[in-house]
């Protein structure tokens, strides 16, 4: 059974950092591209940031590009999202996704994810 276990959400002041992580378990992490999205209040799920099976590629959203980092660790199963000189227009719930097994790199528009986590709040204040 996929599980995907995001911590580390927060209140922070603008220009403030969190640091995300994502648990995965019931599947073998290393073969699936990952991904992160976000869902404001009345909005709908937005794509944050993508890593490939590897770890070598990554695609971001313009509006965190130069702000937000994603990682994984394929030997413990987990990813992460540092994010620096945060906004309170990333103010959102953060979602840990998996997509299929065929995708390489996931991005805004592309392939959506088939499995997502439970969420994070996220929320940074003026």
């Known amino acids: 059974q996929v599980q995907l276990v995001e911590s580390g959400g927060g209140s922070v002041q603008a220009g403030g950092s969190l640091r995300l992580s994502c648990a995965a378990s019931?599947?073998?992490?290393?073969?699936?591209?990952m991904g992160w999205f976000r869902q404001a209040p009345g909005k709908e799920r937005e794509f944050v940031v993508a890593?490939?099976?590897?770890?070598?590629?990554?695609n971001y959203a313009d509006s965190v590009k130069g702000r937000f980092g994603i990682s994984r660790d394929n030997a413990k199963n987990t990813m992460d999202l540092q994010m620096n000189s945060l906004k309170p227009e990333d103010t959102a719930k953060y979602y840990c996704?998996?997509?299929?097994?065929?995708?390489?790199?996931?991005?805004?528009?592309?392939?959506?994810?088939?499995?997502w986590g439970q969420g994070t709040q996220v929320t940074v204040s003026s």
């Open positions: 996704a998996r997509y299929p097994i065929s995708t390489i790199v996931g991005g805004p528009g592309g392939t959506f994810p088939t499995s």
């Open positions: 019931g599947f073998t992490f290393s073969t699936y591209a």
């Open positions: 890593i490939s099976r590897s770890g070598l590629t990554t």
